[in-house]
T-cell receptor, first 111, second 115 residues
Framework: GQNIDQPTEMTATEGAIVQINCTYQ??????LFWYQQHAGEAPTFLSY????GLEEKGRFSSFLSRSKGYSYLLLKELQMKDSASYLC????????????FGRGTSLIVHP | EAQVTQNPRYLITVTGKKLTVTCSQN?????MSWYRQDPGLGLRQIYY???????DKGDVPEGYKVSRKEKRNFPLILESPSPNQTSLYFC??????????????FGPGTRLTVL
């Protein structure tokens, strides 16, 4: 089975940096996704990590440590529009197609 | 425009009245799946399909059926809806399973209420 843990809610100030952590325990692992979901809308893809290390994409970066079962999403220069839920999802090994999503972290950005 | 569409977007129905939620994608994706999203529980997969006529159960398949007769369409069928199926439903598609670098594209969601 797979178990994914994320904080339920976080708050931060506009212009600041925030780090959203995700830990996982899985019977198999092939990579980790981060998605952003605004209230009432569909999730949209942010990043995918398969190798250890940091992947940077503009204001957003994602880090993975496979040995520790740990990932984080780093958001810099926060904007009000970054207020959303951030979903961590573990990609299963090849042959299976049942991605497991964490329950999501609700990020509130205030002025 | 590449997209996943779902219909209806909102539906209120009564217990036991069969319903179908349609899903269609125009990206020629092989993989499609259905999720439900409930407060505090996150996204949970109901069914998935790896290609035409190939479907399999996800984590919460009870009370649902699917079919994949054409590559672009993947309808979700509730033969006898019950109140515990009140939820927000998302259809998603991707060009490959998530065992590879293949992001999922999600539809806009269908908010279903079963009275």
């Amino acid at each position: 089975g797979q178990n994914i843990d994320q904080p339920t809610e976080m708050t931060a100030t506009e212009g600041a940096i925030v780090q959203i952590n995700c830990t996982y325990q899985t019977s198999g692992f092939n990579g980790l996704f981060w998605y952003q979901q605004h209230a009432g809308e569909a999730p949209t893809f942010l990043s995918y990590n398969v190798l250890d290390g940091l992947e940077e994409k503009g204001r957003f970066s994602s880090f993975l440590s496979r040995s520790k079962g740990y990932s984080y999403l780093l958001l810099k220069e926060l904007q009000m529009k970054d207020s959303a839920s951030y979903l961590c999802a573990v990609s299963p090994p090849g042959g299976s197609y049942i991605p497991t999503f964490g329950r999501g972290t609700s990020l509130i950005v205030h002025p | 425009e590449a997209q996943v569409t779902q219909n209806p977007r909102y539906l209120i129905t009564v217990t036991g009245k069969k319903l179908t939620v349609t899903c269609s994608q125009n990206m020629n994706h092989e993989y499609m799946s259905w999720y439900r999203q409930d407060p505090g529980l996150g996204l949970r997969q109901i069914y998935y399909s790896m290609n035409v006529e190939v479907t399999d159960k996800g984590d919460v398949p009870e009370g649902y059926k699917v079919s994949r007769k054409e590559k672009r369409n993947f309808p979700l069928i509730l033969e006898s809806p019950s109140p515990n199926q009140t939820s927000l439903y998302f259809c998603a598609s991707s060009s490959g399973g998530p065992g590879s670098y293949n992001e999922q594209f999600f539809g806009p969601g269908t908010r279903l209420t079963v009275l």
